[in-house]
């Protein structure tokens, strides 16, 4: 007869633990937020996207890197001065004001329908906004140096091997980057202002002078066939520049948004 009794059922807590959980019935899982350097990416090929599908830019201040060369090579004077003494100088004079160009659009664009609003709002850090931006703008500067320099040595007719060629990238991505970190900083600063456009550059192109300074000079040498040794004590000024000025423009950001 006892083997005819069904068994007991299990009580319906006993029933409830042991019965796998419905998916829906299951806690989100809580999203692993970007670290800064993941962050500063997104932000940074966001600006990239936006440059490579408009091109404004970008091709103005190529067209004004080739425009200023052609009016340099026009008041040039072969008999007064040499033309490896001056086309250093007309290179990061070009340099500075091809890149301020596109400094100020980096954060002009933003304020189209308030989207600073939703980039600050999003839950990243305020300095991953900043090396972002800065990335951007980075590759611009050079894709204007990669313009310039050519034709700056085109029509200055200067020779440039291999090695100096390879010694004048080292030395425009030095001075690209403090020019970056300056003036990303000082457009974040200047946008919202009625004369930003005016501003930013009165307001960069003094922090630029140990940047044009030390370029101009490492420039020089590597122009006139000299040891890159000779330029060592303005390549590492341009370090220093870049690592100083980096860091406490990546740390001053946050404050300056939120004022």
């Given at each position: 007869m006892s083997a005819l009794v069904p068994a007991a059922a299990p009580p319906a807590t006993q029933r409830t633990a042991e019965a796998p959980v419905a998916a829906h019935d299951r806690p989100p899982a809580t999203p692993r937020l970007p670290s800064v350097v993941q962050a500063a990416w997104i932000v940074a090929?966001?600006?990239?996207?936006?440059?490579l599908r408009t091109r404004v830019a970008f091709l103005s201040a190529a067209v004004f890197t080739v425009l200023a060369a052609a009016i340099f090579l026009e008041t040039w004077d072969p008999t007064a001065v040499a033309a490896l003494d001056l086309a250093p100088g007309v290179i990061w004079v070009i340099f500075s004001f091809s890149g301020l160009l596109g400094l100020n659009r980096s954060f002009a664009t933003e304020l189209s329908d308030r989207a600073i609003d939703g980039l600050?709002?999003?839950?990243?850090?305020?300095?991953a906004v900043f090396l972002g931006?800065?990335?951007?703008?980075?590759?611009?500067?050079?894709?204007?140096q990669a313009v310039a320099v050519p034709a700056v040595v085109l029509f200055y007719n200067v020779d440039v091997g291999w090695t100096g060629a390879a010694s004048l990238v080292g030395i425009t991505m030095l001075a690209a980057v403090g020019l970056v970190a300056v003036g990303t900083l000082f457009s974040a600063m200047a946008v919202n202002t009625r004369?930003?456009?005016?501003?930013?550059?009165m307001i960069t192109l003094p922090f630029l002078v140990p940047v044009v300074t030390a370029a101009a000079q490492a420039t020089a040498?590597?122009?006139?066939g000299r040891p890159l040794a000779g330029a060592m004590g303005w390549i590492k000024l341009l370090g220093a520049f870049d690592l100083v000025f980096v860091t406490a423009c990546t740390l001053a950001y946050p404050f300056t948004i939120e004022r």
């Open positions: 090929r966001k600006d990239l996207a936006i440059e600050l709002a999003a839950p990243i850090d305020r300095e931006k800065a990335a951007a703008n980075l590759v611009f500067v050079l894709g204007v004369l930003a456009e005016l501003l930013a550059p040498v590597v122009l006139n």
